[in-house]
């Protein structure tokens, strides 16, 4: 398989988290509404980058739950150690943290019309603890985007802690970046050939999604094991490329 196609995004997050650091504060929302501005088609990563920069901002500033119901698309699902819940049926009947996760998206991949999209990132608990989410969104009547399936888990084993400096070290820090994959637009008259079949996986529940336009298919399983996995394909240049791998598992029962 080629290697994935990239768009970068530099200095377009808030909250963001390195190979094995925590969330920081990142540039201002009109970094980004100059990369939008500049970014063809109707497929933007960086409305995606947007709006979790908005949602972390409301989560902030009114709770985590009522910020993720604000959110939240009807019917959204939020995988748990179960498997998906509705998610507005959790938050109606659980208080805000007192504060909210840190987060931040690493990739961004969307179909060709724009109109489905997957971040994957990485966050900080409450405990200090991280690890990577993936958050499903679609596209709304009004061009907005809100999120429909959710689901996060730690690093196991947590990354080691990060060093103290001492004054006068000179930190050099990573440039803040986000990966975006657009799958490619058909020519007029040509479709686009169906995704490849899903393998037989664990046994388990599991459920798949096409985009409307069949560029971008997504999946989840939740495996008797427990653990969450999640998966999604794109349609690039006249081939069907993974873009989003994640197996994550739910912490242990306290």
Not at 70 to 97: C, D, E, I, M, Y
Not at 128 to 151: E, I
Not at 156 to 181: H, K
Request: with cysteine; charged share 20%.
């Amino acid at each position: 398989m080629k290697s994935l196609p990239t768009l970068l995004l530099t200095g377009a997050i808030v909250a963001t988290v390195s190979a094995c650091a925590a969330p920081r504060q990142g540039p201002p929302v009109k970094v980004i509404e100059r990369v939008l501005s500049s970014a063809p088609g109707k497929a933007q990563p960086s409305a995606i980058v947007a709006t979790e920069v908005a949602y972390a901002r409301e989560a902030k500033l009114q709770g985590q739950y009522t910020a993720a119901g604000q959110f939240a698309a009807s019917g959204a699902l939020l995988h748990g150690r179960n498997g998906p819940v509705p998610a507005l049926a959790v938050f109606q009947s659980t208080a805000n943290p007192e504060t909210p996760v840190e987060w931040g998206p690493r990739t961004v991949v969307m179909s060709c019309d724009g109109a489905l999209a997957l971040s994957v990132g990485r966050f900080r608990d409450q405990e200090g603890l991280v690890g990577n989410y993936v958050t499903t969104w679609v596209r709304q009547a009004d061009n907005s985007y809100k999120w429909t399936y959710d689901v996060a888990g730690r690093d196991d084993p947590q990354p080691p802690p990060r060093r103290q400096f001492e004054d006068g070290d000179i930190v050099v820090t990573a440039i803040d970046s986000i990966l975006g994959l657009v799958a490619t637009c058909p020519s007029r008259g040509e479709g686009v050939p169906p995704p490849p079949a899903i393998p037989i996986g664990e046994d388990g529940a599991s459920n798949a999604q096409l985009s409307r336009d069949g560029t971008l298919r997504w999946r989840w399983e939740h495996r008797t094991d427990g653990t969450k996995y999640v998966t999604a394909d794109y349609y690039y240049e006249g081939e069907w490329v993974t873009a989003v791998e994640e197996s994550l598992a739910s912490p242990p029962e306290g």
